[in-house]
């Protein structure tokens, strides 16, 4: 059966006079949530900027809700809800004169959602934007994009700055709005206790290239750190999945992905012993995964 797709990026390329964006393959499947995880500066935004078409790739294909972009991007926009965290609303005009204007542009407002979220966000239609506070401003954001009812929400780093009760309820209601099991999420952050929170799907990116995209679970199931004893101080066996290492006298800490059992076998046989076997964090994959990445584009320019 064919899985209808919210987001195809294919081979997407994008050239700054300081960064470059390479050969970014990404697939979002509809009715599902893709956490977007990397560094500053390591390419999100510039991804969210073209799938919101406000960036035209140099090279590659993009199809958003069907649609092919940029050239039918204005079909696809009426269908996103756009949030970030730095997004400007009017700071003389209210909250209510921000639900009428958007009203006035797109057909598929729910006024009577709207008016939930007000109640739930606790916000005042008749206050102004510049009376907010941060929080505020972003709950305001959040429901102006969600009382669109949108195909697509794309969300660039919403949290940022949030308090933990305020950063629970924007996670809260982006995930009540996947109660429509049409309606899909690409979210990208730095925090990866959020990212682990909400996502199904969970994407790694640096240097402007995705390092690693799987599903949340097969990322938390297939990592692992082995604790080893080495008395000897015998070779550690040249295995392909090793992406980090660390030594202390006799102990080591052997970091590993596609973790299976046959792996802790391999330490035995090469004369080691396994003291211990422990599951990672998201947290500690993706500092893993990106001090990997670091390593091998040093030893690409060192060459």
Known sequence: MNIPMAVECKAINKRHSHFQLQDVDLSIEQGTVMGLVGPNGAGKSTILRIIMG??????????VL??????????AKRRIGFVAEDMRLYESETI???MDFIKSIFDTWDQDYAATLLRRFDLIKDQKIKGLSHGQRVKATLM??????????VFDEPTT??????????????????????????????????????????TFIYDGRIIESKDKESFLDSWRR???????N?????????????????????TVND???????????????????????????????VQYAKELKNSRINS
């Open 54 to 63: 406000l960036q035209k790739p140099d090279s590659g294909s993009l199809k």
């Open 66 to 75: 069907g649609h092919s972009m940029p050239d039918d991007q204005i079909a």
């Open 96 to 98: 209510g004169f921000h």
């Open 144 to 153: 102006l994009a969600l009382a669109r009812r949108p195909q697509l929400l």
């Open 161 to 202: 700055g949030l308090d933990p009760a305020v950063r629970k309820e924007v996670l809260d209601e982006m995930m009540n709005s996947l109660q429509d099991e049409t309606r899909s999420i690409l979210f990208s952050s730095h925090n990866t206790l959020d990212i682990e929170q909400i996502s199904d799907y969970i």
């Open 226 to 232: 082995l604790r080893l004893v080495n008395i000897d």
């Open 234 to 254: 015998k070779p550690l066996p040249d295995l392909p999945n090793i992406k980090q290492i660390q030594q202390s006298g006799r102990l080591c800490a052997v």
């Open 259 to 289: 973790y299976d059992d046959s792996t802790a076998d391999q330490f035995t046989k090469a004369g080691l012993t396994v003291e211990n076997i422990e599951h990672l964090t998201l947290e500690e994959i993706f500092i893993c995964n």
